[in-house]
């Protein structure tokens, strides 16, 4: 399991940063802290606590019940927190509030509303660089393919509202939300295409669902919108940046006066394993995502239906031999018409909703070794991770040679 001192182990992957950063400024990585967590504290104790352990960065939750509740956090305590921030030296990177895509229509309509009112309050303490505003997406897990057209509206009506309110909304997957996934979060927003729309990446929620760390590395790396910032993490418990971590940390994302970094990534727990993926083209090519190989992802484990992948998924199979050993990650559904798998191949399928569905009539097994012999076993070490492999027996002629 990825940790924070696996984290730091895996920090000198930052190296491969200037793979796909540039520019001409000089830049140095920084830690920030979510307010999320410190309800019960005054927004001023709160402030000076974040500074005294080295934070860079705070976020400020405008949820219910908190001090900075834009209905309680009037014009003048805005500014007097702006005074606060800028002697403490902490930045404002983002704020928090906690909406949904599937809450009721009354409840989607004071959604809206918050959205224009964190619009105000961004511009009313950062005026030249409005925070973010970062939420989660609701729903369950289970819900999200009778939900995702009706999420897909609403994201976009969050989309004119904060193009309104002149900021943009960082969604975030959650484990325990109907966008939980990697697919699911790039699809969805990939429907709306609003350069008000971008992400807030959050690996411990794919991390708790065992989702490899390249499959969750699509996320930030495939998402241009979040291109243009400062590379900030919001660290929402409590790695301390001093002493010993502090230099590791110092070492691990050096300052370089020929790059600056344009990847902002909110809300993150782990950030080297996604740069550290980028460090290490000759073993990325043996790991290879289905979502980022081109497959459609568009059938159902249970009912079937989609796209024809098939091609496309053995050609990556397919490579196995050369390369010596093959890891293929699905993040979603795949339609087929059988499979066949080489030795030292390993398929891996991110939940039970991802896997492969055999299309009707193929009457073949869904999978099968690529050398069968009756009289040897010439494929070995085949690993098969989670996920559903459903041969549609129905709709297959059994008994078939």
């Known amino acids: 399991m990825t940790n924070r001192r696996h984290f730091l182990r895996i920090a ?3 190296l491969a940063l200037p793979s796909f950063c540039r520019g001409a400024e000089p830049a140095s990585p920084s830690l920030g802290f979510s307010l999320y967590g410190m309800k019960s504290l005054p927004l001023d104790a709160a402030l000076r606590t974040c500074a005294g352990i080295g934070y860079s960065h705070v976020e400020l939750a405008l949820n219910a019940g908190y001090p900075t509740e834009p209905k309680v956090f009037n014009t003048a305590a805005r500014k007097a927190a702006v005074d606060r921030l800028e002697s403490l030296k902490l930045g404002l990177p983002c704020l928090m509030l906690n909406i949904s895509l599937t809450a009721d229509d009354q409840a989607h309509v004071a959604a809206l509303a918050q959205i224009a009112e964190a619009g105000q309050m961004a511009h009313d303490m950062a005026p030249a660089a409005p925070p973010l505003l970062e939420t989660v997406l609701g ?16 994201l976009r009506d969050w989309a004119t509202a904060a193009e309104k309110a002149k900021i943009q909304i960082a969604v975030k997957a959650h484990v325990a939300s109907a966008v939980n996934s990697p697919a699911r979060l790039l699809w969805l927003i990939d429907q709306v295409k609003s350069p008000a729309i971008v992400v807030a990446y959050d690996y411990s929620h794919f991390e708790l669902q065992g989702i490899d760390i390249r499959a969750a590395a699509q996320v930030p790396l495939r998402w241009a919108g979040l291109r243009g910032r400062e590379l900030t993490a919001i660290q929402p418990t409590g790695l301390r940046p001093r002493g010993r ?11 370089n006066e020929r790059m600056k970094p344009t990847l902002t990534l909110l809300t993150v727990l782990l950030l ?33 239906g989609g796209t024809d992948d098939t091609a496309l998924i053995q050609s990556i199979l397919d490579r196995a031999p050369k390369l010596g050993s093959l890891k293929l990650v699905v993040d979603g559904a795949i339609l087929v018409k059988g499979l066949k ?34 009289t040897e076993r010439k494929n070995r070490n085949l690993t098969f991770l989670g996920g559903t492999y459903n041969g549609n027996g129905a709709k297959q002629a059994h008994n078939v040679g």
């Open 139 to 154: 729903g369950k897990p289970a819900t999200w393919e009778q939900q995702k057209a009706g999420m897909t509206a609403r």
């Open 341 to 374: 798998v080489h030795s030292n191949t390993t398929i891996e399928c991110i939940g039970s909703g991802s896997g492969f569905f055999l299309a009707d009539h193929s009457d073949r097994p869904i999978i099968r070794n690529a050398d069968p012999s009756a």
């Open 12 to 14: 000198a992957g930052a």
């Open 245 to 255: 971590r502090e230099e590791q940390l110092r070492r691990a994302f050096p300052s």
């Open 272 to 304: 080297a394993p996604l740069v550290a993926s980028q460090a290490a083209p000759s073993a990325d090519a043996r790991i290879v995502v289905a979502s980022e190989a081109g497959a459609k992802l568009d059938s159902d484990v249970n009912k079937g």
